[in-house]
């Protein structure tokens, strides 16, 4: 189970729209804490700061956001990065009650026998291509793992799989993904090899992106705010 405390304290956010260009030249990023369906908090807080923050919690591991004299237990759901630089532009939180079940996105990784490093077709040469790098899951706040794991050792032949319902899932903690859903398959190289010829490109899956980096041509224009932050923004101002 994720024990670890992560807590972070952000300031109160004045500058909007265009004006957080300047605000990101200062070192701050701007975020938003979506508060149940309440007016959403506009923050703003040190950019590297934010980023260990993202890369410790990822969108499973729950953060205590201090600010305006206020405790938030809050789950990241979105965050945006700048390609080029891979830094981050922005990040939205949800906040979410103790007592109260939240979905979150947990990690896949494959455990081996002690002493092993690669599945037994890796070992013997063969390719393992993974299908899903994360699921979905339901649990409180406080159950909610930092990573699901599979036995990687069963991966010892061509056609062999891994599947959601391979996953060593702890009690307290619900997977919402189809059970029967291709975790890892075993492959010939050369069959790999083939696919990605008539292909022309590559067969293996492509690695994926961080969580909300902004795909190549679609990037938002410098200086924009983020879309969600327009609508939690939008909010705010209501009532």
Do not use: C, W
Not at 67 to 84: H, Q, S, V
Not at 111 to 119: A, K, L, Q, T, V
Not at 218 to 234: K, L, R, S
Request: no cysteine; hydrophobic share 35%.
């Amino acid at each position: 189970m994720a024990n670890d405390v992560i807590e972070i304290e952000l300031e109160k956010r004045t500058t909007l729209g265009k004006g957080v260009k300047h605000l990101r030249a200062t070192g701050k990023t701007p975020a938003v804490i979506h508060n149940h369906g309440q007016d959403s908090i506009i923050v703003q807080g040190d950019s590297l700061i934010l980023l260990k923050v993202y890369r410790q919690a990822g969108k499973h591991h729950t953060i205590e956001i201090k600010t305006g004299g206020k405790t938030y237990t809050t789950l990241i759901k979105d965050a945006e990065f700048e390609p080029r630089k891979h830094q981050l532009n922005h990040i939205v939180f949800n906040a979410v009650a103790a007592d109260q079940v939240v979905e979150a996105e947990v990690p896949i990784h494959p455990r081996y026998d002690e002493g092993n490093e690669s599945s037994p077709a890796e070992r013997a040469g063969l390719m393992v291509l993974n299908n899903l790098e994360s699921v979905t899951v339901e649990a409180l706040p406080k159950d909610l793992p930092d990573v699901l794991y599979y036995d990687g050792e069963k991966l010892a032949e061509v056609g062999d799989h891994a599947l959601v319902s391979d996953l060593i899932v702890p009690l307290g903690v619900s997977v919402t993904d189809e059970p029967g859903q291709s975790i890892a398959s075993v492959f010939e190289p050369s069959a790999v090899a083939a696919a990605n010829d008539a292909a022309g490109g590559t067969a293996e899956a492509e690695a994926p992106t961080e969580e909300g980096e902004v795909a190549e041509g679609e990037e938002v224009a410098e200086g924009e705010e983020h879309p969600a932050e327009e609508v939690g923004e939008a909010k705010s101002k209501e009532g």
